[in-house]
């Protein structure tokens, strides 16, 4: 017998068999350890330096001369970035989000004391490609669509639903989850807003 | 002359990959992805080509250790490598490439699910020399991105009247020349951009590929008729 032809008898052993997947496990999951120890710092740093891009997105251009990302109140669970100019509070960015056609939808907003939406951009999403990805400010305008609007003087829901706004054409859920998660976001901060100030002291 | 029989046989395996034995119009398999991501030309050929590099990993990688791999097992051996693959790309892009990863990071968890993969492994990889596992890897990446392309540009132009938007995103300033009007004015028909829009061009261009080759297999036999005569 071979050295190969032995080799084919021994690998036709439940043995062989077990061992190999055994390896296969072992070296896999090692390999997916080693990478995301690599991959972790990276991705939390990239992560971070979209937060910092998104924050500076949703505040209007020199409405805020402070280190945002040093000026935080946690209340409730949520961070809240205080945007001021020459200490005088100026907006507040948070993170909101709901559920969209597959998945969370994670959006950040900026809101004025007076409780004015400043901007708002999606920071996270799976919505379809080409349908439901019109939310992002790269593929469309519409999440501009948001500046200005306050509680009571806007419809908050979409045209098909009896608000004002636009839906995309074969994508109702995705702008229903969008306007329902910054809806929700004004409400809290409206309500919060005092204890939010008050914790910052 | 082994040196030509062996070229022409990597040419026969790259032509299967790309019309023979297309993944889409002949073997109908992979359909899902291809559905779901083929709404634009831009998408799908960002789609095609990380499956194509993923396949084509994965195809040479299957080819090394199949030697070692027995049969009884080999499906969970192969569905292990590939979706550690798939995986590690996916990390390795979020981490390095964050702004392409922005972009195509929504397609790449789809590619483990992609059947023409493990099919690739298990009917050609598995039983071939790395060199021509990568030549059928590439093939078939190919075969496939232009599947996609082509069901996207059609449904593109049918439902917006325009062809390769926002194709700067994932291929750069650069390619802002890909992106043309083509029925200016066009006031758009939904039905191609959602789900019946990518079955039925998926039907006509099956039908079409049907056609072609059923006229070319005639053609030869008519040739033949008038010789016998």
Known sequence: MTLSEKFDVWRSKMPYQAGSLALVGILTSAALALANQATEKPIADSLQKDLKVSLAQVLPVGSFDNDLAGTTVKHQGRTVYLAKKGGKLTGAVFETSSKGYSGSINVVMAVDPQGKVLGVRVLSHTETPGLGDKIETQKSDWIKSFIGKTLPGAKWAVKKDGGEFDQFAGATITPRAVVKAVHEGLQWYVQENAAILKEEK | MDGEHKTNRYVGIFRDGIWNQNIIFSQTVALCPA????????????????????LTAANVLISFIRKGVSNEVRIPVFIAFIATLVTLVDMAMNAWAHDLYKVLGLFIALIVVNCA???????FASREKPLAALVDGIGMGLGFTLALTTIGAIREVLGTGMLFQQAHLFFGPGAKWLEQTVFPGYGGMLMWILPPGGFMVMGMLLAAKRVIETQRSRRPAVNAQVVHC
């Open chain 2, 117 to 123: 993969i493990l099919g690739r492994a298990e009917a």
């Open chain 2, 35 to 54: 559905m779901a991501v083929t709404s634009s030309a831009t998408n799908g050929l960002g789609m095609g080509l990380a499956t194509t590099a993923v």
